[in-house]
Every structure is written in C-alpha cells, then in structure tokens.
C-alpha cells in the first residue's frame, strides 16, 4: 500500500472509532449491525428505570450577560403566567454558557429536572452530556434551554409520580415562549439546536415531524437551526442514534470545530 492510500485508511479506520463510540460500541467492530428503524409513531412509550444519577456540577458565570440572565432567572422563578406555575416544584430556568456558540432547546423540564430546578439533569440529560462531549465541548461550554421552564404532568396533582410527564400543550409554549426569546437574545447563539418535536415544529413553525426536518439546518430569526432528535428518543429506540450523530457531524462543520 502506498503512502497516500496509507493515510487514507488510518484516516477512515479513526472516522468509523469516532462514529462507533458515538454510538455506544466499546469493543471495535468492523460492519455496524443493522438495527431496524422503528415506524411506529403512536405506540407506548416504555418507562424509564430509574438510575442514580452522576452528580453534574452547577457551572457560574458572570459578566453582562450572565447578569441579565439571572434577572429573567428570578421572574421566571416566581411566574405563574400558566397552570404549569402551579403544579411545578421549582422552575428550570436553562444553564450554561451565556457567550456559548450552540444552545440546546428542549420541551420541558421532567421529574429529576422539577426536583434540582436544573436542565436536563436525568438519564435523557446525560446522554444529552455525551452528545455534547461528542462533538468536543463540555455540558459547561453550552448553553441548555427548555421551550417551557415548569414540569408538565399528566396529573398536576401527583407530582411525587414517575412517568407522569407530558408534552407542553400549544397555550403553554406560547405563554412561556417569551422567556426563551430573551434568553436566545442574550445569548447570541451562533447555532441553535432543537431537541425533539416540540422544540422543533414550535420554534420553526412546522406540522413536519422530527424524522422528517432533521439532518439539515433551517433558520430562526436569522440564526442557522438544526433540529435533532430528543435524547429520551434515543434511550426509546437506540436506532436513532445514527442520525444525531450525523446531525452533530453537521453542527460541528457549521462552527467549525
Ligand atoms: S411554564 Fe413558563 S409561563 Fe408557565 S408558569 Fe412556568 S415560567 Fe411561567
């Protein structure tokens, strides 16, 4: 084998390691199984065990912007503008970065994120960790939103219940959207990232369904958008995680990291 094609091989053989670690593979393997893709879009959703979680340290920040986060922070903490104010037991406001170039925009908080007040801190947010260490940076570097900043509970009366989760209605994304257009305002993201359908068709004002719109970037107020799929999604149907990381593939050739 000649120099160049030497070279060519050792840069393929590194390319399949990164795609194979991505996806959860700790042993080399040299073809990927095929793992059929679900179709089905209304079956059940099975519960996710839960698992003790790692401990994510809470980063600080300070300076301009930070400053006038925390000053939307402390509204949104007391806001009652819709019923999720009155079931929820602590607001998740977002954390990270506020000079980050991506910033992450989920549904909603869940169970875990109600209980700490804290983005994406369940299993969903640790795989939304590796995600973000799969492209080179640090929970830290970014920035972690959500569409809605309250837990929204199928029972509002039973919060103490896992598994009680449900989307944010259409009402309930608006009357807290405000709060994430402040915060995308602050911020200045260079890339936004849309985690799942709610975040997705709310932001781009679609009826078009994740698998559909993902793997490519659209525009949201003049700032590139690449929709990906939720990382609960992921924890569902592992199959999908082929697609994030193309999608993250994208992400990083767009910031040039
Ligand atoms: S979800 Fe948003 S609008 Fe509704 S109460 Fe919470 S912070 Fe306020």
Same mark, same amino acid.
């Given at each position: ?22 996806? !959860? ?12 893709? *679900? ?13 003790? %979680?790692?401990?994510?340290?809470? @980063? ?24 999720? &104010? ?7 406001? &977002?954390?990270?970065?506020?000079? *980050? ?8 908080? !869940? ?13 969903? !947010?640790?795989? +939304? ?31 103490? +219940? ?6 944010? *209605? ?10 994430? +257009? ?6 200045? @993201? ?5 985690? &799942?359908?709610?975040?997705? *068709? ?47 593939? %994208?992400?990083?050739?767009?910031? !040039? +990291?």
């Amino acid at each position: 084998m000649n120099k160049k094609n030497l070279l060519k091989t050792i840069r393929l053989a590194k390319q399949t390691l990164k795609d194979e670690k991505f996806l !959860g593979y700790t042993d080399i393997i040299f073809s990927a199984p095929k793992i059929k893709k *679900s179709n089905k879009t209304n079956a059940p959703e099975p519960e996710i065990p839960a698992v003790p %979680l790692k401990e994510t340290p809470v @980063p600080v920040f300070k300076g301009a912007k930070a400053k006038k986060l925390s000053e939307i922070e402390a509204v949104v903490k007391t806001c009652r503008l819709c019923r999720l &104010g009155d079931s929820r037991i602590k607001a998740v406001f &977002g954390e990270g970065n506020p000079d *980050s170039k991506i910033m992450f925009v989920g549904e909603g908080p !869940g169970y875990d994120e109600d209980r700490q007040g804290r983005p994406f801190i369940g299993r969903a !947010g640790q795989l +939304l960790t590796k995600i973000i260490e799969s492209i080179g940076l640090k929970r830290e570097d970014v920035f972690i939103a959500n569409i809605v900043k309250c837990h929204p509970m199928i029972d509002p009366k039973n919060p103490d +219940l896992r598994g009680n989760d449900r989307p944010p *209605s259409k009402e309930e994304m608006a009357c807290c959207m405000p709060f994430l +257009l402040a915060q995308i305002d602050i911020i200045k @993201p260079k890339v936004i990232v849309t985690l &799942g359908n709610s975040s997705t *068709s709310t932001l781009l004002e679609t009826t078009e369904t994740i698998s559909k719109i993902r793997g490519k970037f659209h525009t949201f107020h003049k700032t590139p958008l690449m929709p990906t799929y939720h990382p609960s999604a992921l924890l569902r149907n592992p199959a999908l995680k082929i697609d994030v990381w193309n999608d993250m593939k %994208l992400l990083k050739k767009e910031l !040039g +990291l």
